[in-house]
């Protein structure tokens, strides 16, 4: 994975459904936050900041430290691991989730401070290099 360049406002302005893309204009604006770095795309992912990760198994690759996308049928938070934000996720509101990844359907129904929080922890792990189930080394 590799930032591929391109207008970020564009991208989102081409968003739909209209809900979709007003969440992706709030989440933009929340991972910057978060995160201090400007928004890159990354194909059809807005990232934020990069790192270099690898796994005990040797496989490796870079990614942004946080990211999201707006998808058709939800937006989908890129987190290290959703099992590791379980207590916050608890407390969100209406969301399903994979491995490492959160899907909102509508941030109007979440609680955002919750979630800012499960994103500067996620920020955290990644800056702190990682865990037991991957080595991240800050990039940008």
Known sequence: ??????????????VSPAKRQRDAETLTAMLQEVSGREPVLWGTI??????????????EGNMPLLAFAPR???S???????????????RLGPHTTGVGCLYIKDLETVDL???????TASLQWSENGGGEYATITVTG
């Open 72 to 74: 058709k049928a939800a």
């Open 113 to 119: 401070d919750v979630l800012r929080g499960i994103l």
């Open 1 to 14: 994975m590799k930032p591929t360049g391109g207008d970020v406002a564009e991208f989102i302005a081409e």
């Open 46 to 59: 807005v990232g934020f900041g990069s790192c270099h990760y690898r796994y005990p198994t040797g496989n």
């Open 76 to 90: 989908t938070i890129y987190l290290e691991s959703t099992a590791a934000h379980a207590d916050a996720l608890g």
